[in-house]
């Protein structure tokens, strides 16, 4: 893949995440319009200043700010696809989830620090049309999702719950719609190993370039892991975000093999 | 020159995710918070249920809620029924809410029980609560309810405690 290439990849498959991620937050709005129309501004949650953005994150502007979310990902995904990619857009597009942001952080959000890193290391690819600077913002890409994993996995470690497996239990329970108590109780001895496994992945995968065996491991553990959330849990806006980081850890390990 | 002002600003960048990511700076009044607030930073401790004493999933809850008929001066109060999975059947993995409804029940449920915890007794009033509420009385009554009453539950050592309930609601 040349560097060119792989930037379009990131963005295509970012912006597919972020498009869906749009089209439930619309979902939700329909479903259940007071998630929209309760006002935040005069909440404990919002802080004297940034009442100014409360045109952004409350109604009606919020409305109109998710419609554009979702016009701009559109656009940008097919931008992505026919190789026009404009860095004035991408911007935008953080200039408008940075203003709605109050309003959607009440719903899962944590895959958007991820998808900033994505898009701005992007747009400095465009913007700058230098070859070492696309390739130290491919590596900023790696260290960012190697940051991402190490600190899950180091919060997991610390946590008594997912040393003795009882957080993978509990998982079990809340996510994947196992309601047997008895056996989720009986297995606990597999629920550690599995808990370990997951610890193992995300404290190891800054090792994914180190040579083409280790890289194919760990992405295709990765997808599994991702896709095993999204399909049977239903957590699917970690998918994308953090599929679209992939390509930089494959143009990474080239790079340096 | 390009080069040095970009690699200076990833590097920045870097520090200050790693520095939220793993040193305690969630307190209210620090210079992160900028970014906390325009989600450029991530603690990424998701499904870690004993983070902190505050967040502590094991503090287990129950948003439950009953729908109330009155007319005249009848009036028919129905069972109190528990949001589980906001009614939403993951029947589609590419577009499905049922994760993110989930993430505002967790985040709505840590605040109120961190204000609890906090020594806050009365939680009715608390602005979590009252966003809950509201969201709740989307959910479309199963009678001709005109009414709905919501209330939070704190579970702890499989005892139920109330730590907020709402007056009669009325549905539009």
């Known amino acids: 893949m040349t560097i060119e290439q792989t930037y379009r990849l990131i963005i295509i498959i970012a912006f597919i995440g972020a498009f869906q991620s749009t089209v439930e937050n619309i ?14 501004k005069n909440t404990s949650y919002i802080a004297n200043y940034e009442k100014w953005r409360a045109f952004a994150f ?16 559109g656009v940008i ?22 203003l709605g942001f109050p309003r959607w952080s009440f719903l899962s959000i944590s895959d958007i620090p991820l998808q900033r890193v994505l898009i701005i290391a992007t747009s400095i690819h465009l913007f700058f049309n230098d ?13 960012n999702l190697c940051l991402a994993y190490f600190a899950a996995g180091w919060h997991k470690i ?6 003795n497996g009882a957080a993978i239990s509990k998982f079990c329970f809340s996510y994947v719609n196992i309601k047997n108590q008895d056996f989720l109780n009986r297995n ?4 550690k190993y599995i808990g370990f496994g997951v610890i ?3 404290v190891g995968f800054f090792l994914s370039i180190c040579g083409n065996e280790l890289l194919h491991t760990f992405l295709l553990c990765g997808f599994i892991f991702h896709a095993f959330l999204t399909i049977r849990c239903g957590i699917n806006f970690f998918f994308w975000t953090f599929i679209a980081a992939y390509p930089a850890v494959i143009y990474v390990n080239g790079w340096l093999f | 020159m390009n080069l040095i002002i970009v690699s200076c600003f990833f590097s920045i960048w870097v520090l200050i995710v790693a520095a939220y990511a793993f040193l305690n700076l969630n307190k209210a009044k620090n210079p992160v918070r900028f970014f906390i607030n325009y989600g450029w930073v991530a603690k990424w401790n998701m499904f870690v249920p004993d983070y902190n004493k505050y967040i502590n999933q094991y503090h287990g809850y129950a948003i439950l809620y009953r729908d109330i008929q009155i007319s005249g001066s009848n009036s028919k109060i129905g069972q109190w029924e528990k949001i589980t999975s906001w009614n939403w059947k993951p029947n589609m993995f590419i577009i499905n809410t049922r994760g993110r409804l989930i993430g505002f029940n967790t985040f709505i449920s840590r605040k109120l029980i961190a204000l609890n915890i906090l020594g806050k007794k009365d939680l009715s009033h608390a602005d979590s609560f009252k966003f809950l509420c509201r969201v709740v009385c989307d959910i479309p009554p199963s009678t ?24 009669f609601i009325p549905l539009k």
């Not at chain 2, 939070?152 to 405690?161: D, L, R």
Request: charged letters at 15%; glycine letters at 2%; a positive charge.
């Open chain 1, 27 to 40: 979902i939700i709005a329909i479903k259940y319009p007071s998630f929209n129309k309760f006002p935040l």
């Open chain 1, 58 to 73: 409350d109604y009606p502007g919020n409305w109109v700010l998710l419609i554009i979310r979702l016009i701009l990902a």
């Open chain 1, 77 to 98: 995904l097919f931008m992505g696809v026919f190789n026009l990619l404009n860095p004035i857009v991408l911007l935008l597009f953080v200039i408008v989830d940075m």
């Open chain 1, 131 to 143: 070859n070492q600077i696309s390739i130290l913002g491919l590596f900023f890409i790696y260290i």
């Open chain 1, 158 to 163: 610390k946590s008594p719950a997912w040393r």
């Open chain 1, 188 to 191: 606990k001895r597999y629920w």
């Open chain 1, 200 to 202: 193992l992945f995300e």
């Open chain 2, 144 to 167: 001709s309810a005109n009414f709905r009453q919501v209330k939070f539950e704190h579970i702890q050592n499989k005892k139920a405690e109330i730590l907020a309930q709402s007056e």
